[in-house]
């Protein structure tokens, strides 16, 4: 699939009108993670090679993307080193509900609830509506997050990219940017839930369940399948808000 595809249907808002490249769209995603909490500050992003194969894009799409986060001031690239992140300012680039400082504003529980009801409608108009192209792209998403192993940032990327794919198969623009927006709330968070044992393993497992129902056209079983999937999304991050966070002099 090419990268102007794989962009229609995953990112770009549905029935609207966008001027933005590839890589504009592709150093916004990278941005609304850096805003979320998914990439802090000194962290330093996967290859080039292991970031392309896991957004779906080239080597050169993504190369673009970073020179726009380093015009930024939000990432350092150095010939030869990793790209680490440098700032969290991410001014105009990201998701819009993230800009004004409203990611960590509201309560798990009313994340949790505004989820499920979201992402019910999201799987019912999914089932009816899923194209082949976008099922394909969800198994080769399905195979990033396998191949990020246990690195939680590469596997967050991908997960955040199969979401989002099944979000804009709805078919519905302000379900679907509804539900994207619910999803990176608490995300800074979610890295650290799915540090944990297992977890990585368990998502996955969790999405092939998604991807087998809405392959078959079951609207219920895809209801069913996020709906579970998010209450373990909710389980584990409440049991992460339960647990004091180690200061990294410990």
Known sequence: MGENALLAGQNAPLNKVTHRSVKDEVAARFATLIASGVMNVGDTLPSERELAATMGVSRETIRGALLILS???????VQGARTKVISDDVGGLGLSALFNGRVTDYELEDVHEGRLMVEERVARLAAQRVQSATLAELEKLIEAQVAAGNDPVRFLIADRAFHTTIYQACGNAVLSDLATTLYSYQLNHRRRAIEATGAIAQSIEDHRVILAALTAGDADGL???????ERRIYDSTRAVLATPQKKASE
């Not at 015009?71 to 350092?76: A, E, P, Q």
């Open 71 to 77: 015009t930024k001031g939000l990432v350092s690239v």
């Open 223 to 229: 209801a069913d399948g996020l709906g579970i999937h």
